[in-house]
């Protein structure tokens, strides 16, 4: 099957055309960091929604998630004659938010304690047809994969979040929550475990046979 250059494949082989930065997008960031306030409040306005899934995804709830996304449109503003364009905005925008959202969570969480080993052992599952994420029928399992996930502990949710929802590699999900590429896919393969035992607790094959 020919792609085209600006295609990709994600990992179920379905081909995805990549998002191109508009040219409306580039001009209102060229006038944001030349200090144009509207331009910056219109991109802002542009990216909330998706800026918001994403912090309540990784914090489980509409309180918190506002405070992350407050914070990622502060350090958006604040960096933002730093973004040379190299990645999509919204991309840049989704590693601050996943970054915010840590850092959110671990002051939240600090003097509590969560039996969470990251020593990069265990069994590593990175087949991308044995996650939950890939194989749960959107229709009719979409509702409990959501309450699943704001189940799992907010370390593993980001992980999994990251992974299966919004595709990023390993290595940036690893550079974004401060920890190991090893501890990043330990982290994954645990959330994933709790996933399916959540959607499938009799065993998948049980489940499917009833």
């Known amino acids: 099957m020919a792609t085209h250059p600006s295609d990709d494949v ?8 990549k998002p191109v930065e508009s040219e409306q997008v580039q001009k209102l960031v060229e006038e944001a960091k030349e200090g144009d306030h509207r ?38 503003h604040n960096g933002l004659k730093r973004f040379r364009g190299d990645a999509q905005l919204s991309t840049w925008l989704h590693r601050i938010t996943a970054n915010c959202a840590s ?3 671990g002051r939240k969480i600090r003097h509590r304690h969560e ?11 990175d087949h991308p047809f044995g996650d939950p994420v ?32 919004y595709d990023l590699p390993h290595e940036s999900i690893a550079e ?23 959607l499938y607790p009799l065993g998948e094959e049980e489940a499917h046979a009833v």
């Open 134 to 165: 890939h194989r749960a029928d959107l229709g009719v399992l979409r509702s409990q994969l959501s309450e699943a996930l704001m189940q799992l502990p907010p370390k593993l949710r980001a992980v999994v979040v990251l992974r299966d929802i």
């Open 39 to 76: 331009a910056f409040e219109t991109l802002v306005r542009q990216t909330y929604a998706d800026t918001y899934t994403l912090a309540y995804r990784l914090v489980g709830n509409e309180e918190d998630a506002r405070d992350v996304v407050q914070e990622t449109y502060l350090r958006a």
């Open 103 to 105: 850092s959110y969570l």
């Open 176 to 198: 974004q929550l401060d920890i190991t590429e090893s501890a990043a896919k330990v982290r994954l393969h645990r959330a994933r475990k709790r996933l399916r035992e959540r």
């Open 115 to 125: 039996p969470l080993i990251d020593d990069g052992g265990g069994i590593i599952d």
């Open 10 to 17: 994600t990992r179920t082989g379905e081909v995805r055309s």
